[in-house]
């Protein structure tokens, strides 16, 4: 069982800049895909970055790419999104997620946080 924390979420103007953390407890992230999720309101919740257990491999969605980094410190067991050129489109919860099995990916994801909020103004 792995329980994710995420933090560092806020306010921020259009253009601004967050780093996300996602800390995880229960067992080690090594060997776990990670991921990072979003749901604004009134949306579905839709796929952000991936990153493989050993920090290889990323993907980003086509609308973060190139503003958006994802990154793993798997000693201190956390996973970060570093989010730069924010755009008020940005707006939504955003949630950490592992992958027991499989690679990184777009889906197929069994633990979740409990989300922090992003909120960029124009």
């Known amino acids: 069982q792995v329980q994710l924390v995420e933090s560092g979420g806020g306010l921020v103007q259009a253009g601004g800049s967050l780093r996300l953390s996602c800390a995880a407890s229960?067992?080690?992230?090594?060997?776990?895909?990670m991921g990072w999720f979003r749901q604004a309101p009134g949306k579905e919740r839709e796929f952000v970055a991936a990153i493989s257990w050993s920090g290889g491999r990323r993907y980003n969605v086509d609308s973060v790419k190139g503003r958006f980094t994802i990154s793993r410190d798997n000693a201190k067991n956390t996973i970060y999104l570093q989010m730069t050129s924010l755009k008020p489109e940005d707006t939504a919860v955003y949630y950490c997620?592992?992958?027991?099995?499989?690679?990184?990916?777009?889906?197929?994801?069994?633990?979740w946080g409990q989300g922090t909020q992003v909120t960029v103004s124009s």
């Open positions: 997620s592992a992958k027991q099995y499989g690679e990184a990916g777009t889906d197929g994801y069994d633990y």
């Open positions: 229960g067992r080690t992230i090594s060997g776990l895909s």
